[in-house]
């Protein structure tokens, strides 16, 4: 069972902020616990629609489960959020892959912070929220408790196995911010690839995913994006780069799930297997994505989704 003084700091601050959640031991993992809202945090979700599991984490993924919400909240009989699954950088213990990925560029009073608008956008939306280890016992009794038709990932920290990657009918889906198409940027760091190859542009990919890292079915990119600076200069601040290349997750997201939603109230099965970007995105927003990096500096505000943001189109 998980030792939840490591959990403590995180704790602490959500349940201050509502005294009536539950935090729930999970065992077999050793980081981590299960999350349940309080019983007037969302009162009026209807439960009903096309069930997504998010597994999200950080800022990337926090643009992302917020279109989900923002769905949910538009059609709240087409679309059920059962779940998020997020890192847990909070706790020194987990095994997310810290020292590799984006966490190690931040101290342990930001990853708190990190951690916990990632955990109260899912709580105040009356979304439960588990943070520990997937590859156990306790976990595949979860998700079957959630039996959601798909699965949305954007940030995680651990390898997605076979059992999760087979549950949801109409497939699992990763969202990556690289040019996985032409081999570039797989894996923990996609960053720092750009960084060495000093790449002027790129993309951000949703794949299928399979048992390899990064090697699923690509369903979909977005238009180039410009990753350099002002006065054609590259940056080597991977926030910088974070902020802007999760652009069009949001819109991304947006057709993903319309498109999971619309397949299932059709009438048909399965996953999706590619999705029609290239109309999709206006020419004035590719334009928008084509300009520079406006400042070297990583933004200290939470991400928005774009206000004119479309859904089932």
Request: net charge positive.
């Amino acid at each position: 069972m998980v030792d939840l003084n490591n959990e403590k700091s995180i704790n602490e601050l959500l349940l201050a902020d509502e005294t009536q959640r539950k935090i729930i031991p999970v065992e077999g993992s050793r980081w981590g616990e299960l999350i349940i809202p309080a019983k007037n945090e969302n009162p009026n979700k209807t439960g009903k629609g096309f069930k997504v599991l998010a597994i999200n984490s950080f800022l990337m993924g926090y643009l992302l489960f917020e279109t989900l919400k923002e769905c949910e909240k538009r059609y709240p009989n087409r679309l059920n959020i059962v779940g998020l699954v997020t890192d847990d950088p909070a706790n020194p213990y987990s095994k997310i892959s810290m020292k590799r990925r984006i966490w190690r560029l931040f101290d342990q009073k930001e990853k708190v912070e990190l951690e916990r608008e990632m955990i109260e956008s899912a709580l105040t939306f009356g979304v439960p929220c588990y943070t520990g280890e997937v590859k156990t016992e306790y976990f595949r009794k979860l998700i079957k408790h959630w039996n959601p038709d798909a699965i949305l990932v954007c940030v995680f920290g651990q390898i997605i196995d076979k059992p999760i990657i087979d549950y949801p009918q109409y497939g699992i889906y990763n969202f990556h911010p690289a040019d996985l198409a032409h081999h570039h940027g797989a894996g923990p760091r996609p960053y720092e690839d750009l960084i060495n190859r000093r790449a002027k542009t790129s993309k951000v990919t949703i794949h299928q995913i399979s048992e390899e890292v990064d090697a699923g079915n690509i369903i979909g990119q977005s238009p180039l994006i410009n990753v350099k600076l002002k006065n054609d200069k590259f940056t080597d601040n991977i926030l910088v780069l974070d902020d802007k290349m999760m652009t069009p997750v949001d819109q991304m997201g947006a057709k993903l799930i319309s498109g999971l939603i619309l397949k299932k109230e059709a009438g048909k099965e399965g996953k999706i297997n590619k999705l029609g970007f290239k109309h999709y995105f206006s020419e004035e927003y590719k334009k928008i994505l084509k300009q520079p990096i406006k400042s070297n500096y990583h933004s200290e505000v939470l991400p928005v989704i774009d206000k004119n943001i479309r859904f089932f189109t």
